[in-house]
C-alpha cells in the first residue's frame, strides 16, 4: 500500500522532467520516533493484559484445586465417622497402623531408642476392639 501511493507520486513527479520509472523500491523506510514509541508501548500493554490473563486463570485453577481438595476431606472425615460408628474395631484398625509406622520408623533409625511403649501406642494386646473410647 505504501510502496505504490510512493510509486505513483514518484512516476508524476519525475513525468514533469520527462523520466518515466518503470519500478521503484524502497531500501530503508524508518518511523518517527513517536509511532516507534507507541508501537512499543502496545507491545508492553498486550504482554501485561497476557500475563494479568495468566494470573488470573492460575488463581481460579488453585481455587478449583483447594475446592476439590476440601469436598475430598469433607468426604474422608464422613466415611471415617461412619467407620467409627459402624464398626468400633476401626479405631484398633488405626491404632495397630500408627504403632506399625512407630516401630518402622524406630527399627529403622541408627540412632539407640528408649521410650515407653504404651505413649508410643505400642500396646496393642492391650486394645479391646469392643471398648469405646
Known amino acids: 500500500m505504501v510502496s505504490k501511493d510512493i510509486m505513483r507520486t514518484l512516476t508524476r513527479r519525475a513525468a514533469l522532467f520527462n523520466v518515466v520509472l518503470d519500478d521503484v523500491s524502497i531500501t530503508q523506510l524508518s518511523f518517527g520516533r513517536e509511532y516507534t514509541t507507541a508501537v512499543e508501548a502496545k507491545q508492553v500493554a498486550q504482554q501485561d493484559a497476557e500475563r494479568a490473563k495468566y494470573v488470573v486463570e492460575r488463581a481460579e485453577q488453585e481455587k478449583r484445586q483447594y475446592i476439590v481438595r476440601a469436598q475430598g476431606e469433607a468426604q474422608s472425615a464422613i466415611l471415617i465417622g461412619q467407620a467409627i460408628q459402624n464398626n468400633p474395631a476401626y479405631i484398633a484398625l488405626k491404632k495397630v497402623e500408627a504403632a506399625r509406622d512407630i516401630a518402622t520408623t524406630i527399627a ?3 540412632n539407640k531408642v528408649y521410650l515407653n511403649a504404651n505413649s ?8 479391646d476392639p469392643n471398648k469405646k473410647n
Open 108 to 110: 529403622n533409625s541408627s
Open 120 to 127: 508410643l501406642l505400642l500396646n496393642v494386646k492391650d486394645i
